[in-house]
């Protein structure tokens, strides 16, 4: 074989082995990659203040499958959860509240039974008309009642109490609520009355069908 020629397939070769080992390299530093993540260690409620006694810190392995996980660290960031929360479930960032969350007291003049953790939407009374004012609020603490609302939303919940406003609270999950300006007295009573003739109402069971008399032949 030509000198040439030789030094071509050798360098070939040398060329196909450095590509083999950088593919099986790329395999193994991605087999052994690994993202630390965060898991709830007992069921928690929305409000829950995320500490070393809720939380726990675990490394995922690089699959290369999208994972959607919190990045951060709860506990360093001061966290709070913003739904209720199972054991062994993995953070994300819609697990947690806005970090500048602020709690302001509130009176209602009407409100369901309200526990720590219940969402909560919030309506003002304004002369004969009603407008919401809140949309999942979560609740800290029910008798008296505290809320954790925006800090850009501050000095307005302040003002409303401070007014003595009644305010008007529904524990709800915010699924099929629509939002919208605020209705009057007229506006709410023509809506309840169309939906009570759609048959928006919840049905009663139907009665239980009678047996047919039994007729004895003379």
């Known amino acids: 074989m030509p000198r ?27 087999a052994k990659a690994t993202h630390t993540a965060w898991t709830v260690t007992q069921d928690i409620v929305a409000g829950t203040a995320l500490d070393s006694s809720n939380v726990h810190q675990v490394k995922l392995a690089d699959t290369g499958d999208p994972v959607q996980y919190y990045k951060g660290d709860p506990i360093r960031d001061h966290r709070r959860a913003a739904s209720r929360l199972s ?97 009057a007295l007229n506006e709410a009573a023509s809506q309840l009355a169309g939906s009570a003739s759609e048959g928006g109402s919840v049905p009663g069971p139907a009665p239980s069908p009678s047996a047919a008399p039994s007729v004895q032949k003379p």
């Open 4 to 30: 040439r020629s030789l030094l071509l397939t050798i360098g070939g070769a040398v060329v196909l082995l450095a590509v083999i080992g950088a593919v099986y390299l790329e395999i193994a530093v991605q």
């Open 87 to 183: 054991a062994s479930h993995l953070l994300s960032d819609d697990d947690l509240m806005p970090t500048q969350s602020v709690l302001v007291p509130l009176t209602f003049k009407s409100a369901p039974p309200m526990q720590r953790g219940d969402k909560i939407d919030v309506y003002v009374l304004m002369g004969t008309k009603t407008i919401q004012v809140g949309r999942g609020l979560v609740v800290e603490q029910p008798n008296p009642t505290t809320v954790w609302v925006p800090p850009g939303d501050e000095a307005a919940w302040v003002t409303l109490q401070a007014n003595n406003s009644a305010l008007f609270a529904v524990r709800s999950s915010g699924v099929g609520v629509p939002s919208g300006a605020g209705l």
